[in-house]
């Protein structure tokens, strides 16, 4: 057996172990990280995973790499090493003038030369990655990628099997705290990566909030060097949160003066050595205001009372949007596109897409009312202003749900002749149909829930809302 066989097939041995034992997540992901570290020859490693966006990357486990490296700032999927993402091994030589290092400066800083990152798969997709450093240019034998790859398997082994238990233990932990359950008890739509614990309380109450309205945060993901002496950092600062979508970081405080003034002092000094950062020192009242702002939270309660839950935050929404523009820019290229919408549900998502397509457009409304008791009909109360024979036509909807209303009117449509005829909905409502209808381009696939916001209303109302949620029960029952 060759040495390096040897040293891969010891190393295995101690990763299998750590694997299968009771430690937690992250110090199983600390030991796997040092073990591949020294069976390839080096000292530093990392494992990251994704987050539930797949916009960033979490670092779950980590061996001979400093605090400064490791809290450098946050780790786009796809701007750090981007093609990992997409299933590819990567090979940096050089981490100080490669562009697909987001921080060179700071691998310079802290004596990275090359870089190798092996991606951790799930169902043939990436989840997230292992990454080798070298001090000095290394290039990386075959059997160095094979041994890594095999090692990133287990990776994706451990961390299913916390999936799997975080659900059972959620449960068991919202039991234990049931008499003193807030107001806002988030439900996401997926299983975010948490820290074990937060530093204090408010810290959690405040990623509760977050998740609550689908704000996207990022625990302590950057300490920033406040001191030197001799070029050595003896002082650093670590803000509580950052938040991407608001491009922000957040150091929480309470109400304490003697904390207030010294966290104040560092957030001042933040400032002015990197002036391109944003950082607010907030207490909970200051968030409370910061979310109002954006028409979110108790300040914002005309438009979110009687809210359940959110199901997509604002950012989710133009996220899809941009993409669904992108895709339908590509299919309709070299084409001019008439947009038909019907009043007045779809005005937010009409007018969101209309900015995201890079080819000609048109837009045009119509109106419906229904009658007739139990057995609803349609009647088009206001029809195209312009004739669409020979156009090519996209009718878009916020909301498909028993298929009866689109049905009738895309028969409407078609009798007036056009090229083509195809549908864009923001969201369908699948549980709910009756009608097969076709649905070209979709947005969201939802539960069978009652839905507001983004153009969407109960009695006229909520339709201003900046996300889409789920009404309470409760308020639809009592009619209300």
């Known amino acids: 057996m060759g040495s390096a066989t040897g040293s891969y097939y010891v190393a295995l041995k101690r990763i299998t172990k750590a694997a299968n034992s009771a430690l937690s997540l992250r110090k199983v992901f600390n030991s796997i990280a040092k073990s591949a570290a020294r069976a390839v020859g080096t000292n530093s490693s990392c494992i990251l995973f994704l987050d539930p966006q797949k916009e960033y990357l979490i670092t ?25 993402a997409e299933g590819k091994i990567v ?20 004596g990275i030369a090359s870089m190798l990152g092996v991606p951790i798969l799930k169902g043939g997709g990436a989840i997230g990655e292992l990454r080798i450093y070298t001090r000095e ?75 609550f309205y689908c704000i996207e945060w990022l625990y302590e993901p950057r300490s920033f060097p406040l001191k030197w002496v001799g070029g050595r950092v003896v002082e650093m600062f670590t803000p509580d949160f950052y938040l991407p979508e608001l491009d922000l970081y957040v150091e929480l405080t309470t109400l304490r003066q003697k904390l207030v003034t010294e966290k104040n002092r560092k957030v001042r000094q933040l400032k002015e050595l990197y002036p391109e950062v944003n950082v607010r020192l907030l ?9 109002a702002k954006y028409g979110y939270g108790p300040l914002g309660e005309a438009k979110v009372e009687g809210v359940d839950r959110v199901l997509f935050s604002h950012t989710q929404l ?27 549900g779809v005005v937010c998502f ?16 119509m109106a419906i009312s229904y009658y007739g008791g139990a057995d609803q009909v349609v009647k088009i109360t206001r029809d195209l202003d312009s004739s669409i024979t020979g156009q090519h036509v996209l009718m878009v909807e916020d909301i498909v749900d028993t298929g009866m209303t689109l049905n009738y009117v895309l028969g409407h449509l078609s009798a007036h002749n056009p090229a083509s005829l195809r549908v864009c909905a923001m ?50 029952q009592s009619g209300e």
């Open 60 to 84: 779950l486990g980590s061996h001979g790499l400093s605090d400064l490296y490791l809290k450098k700032g946050p780790i786009g999927a796809h701007k750090s090493l981007p093609e990992i």
């Open 91 to 110: 090979h940096i030589a050089d981490a100080t003038h490669d562009e697909r290092v987001q921080y060179p400066e700071v691998a310079q800083e802290q």
């Open 137 to 211: 240019p290394r290039h990386f034998t075959d059997a160095d990628r094979g041994f890594l790859l095999s090692v990133a398997d287990i990776c994706a082994l451990v961390f299913e099997r916390a999936e799997l238990q975080r659900p059972m233990e959620a449960a068991k932990e919202a039991l234990r705290k049931s008499s003193k359950t807030a107001k806002l008890s988030p439900v996401p739509t997926t299983t975010p990566i948490r820290p074990t614990s937060f530093a204090h309380p408010s810290e959690e109450d405040f990623a509760r909030v977050l998740d």
């Open 283 to 291: 207490t909970k009242d200051d968030f409370l205001k910061l979310l």
């Open 318 to 344: 133009q996220r899809r949007v941009r993409s669904l523009g992108r895709q339908i820019s590509h299919e309709y290229a070299g084409q001019r596109l008439v947009l038909v919408g019907i009043l007045k």
């Open 350 to 365: 009409m007018s969101d897409l209309m900015q995201n397509l890079g080819i000609p457009v048109t837009v045009d409304f």
């Open 427 to 476: 969201l369908d409502k699948r549980a709910r149909r009756l009608i097969d209808v076709p649905l070209d381009y979709v947005g969201f696939e939802i539960p069978d829930e009652f839905v507001v916001g983004y153009g969407l209303d109960y009695r006229g109302e909520y339709r201003n809302l900046p996300f889409i949620g789920i009404l309470r029960p409760e308020l639809i």
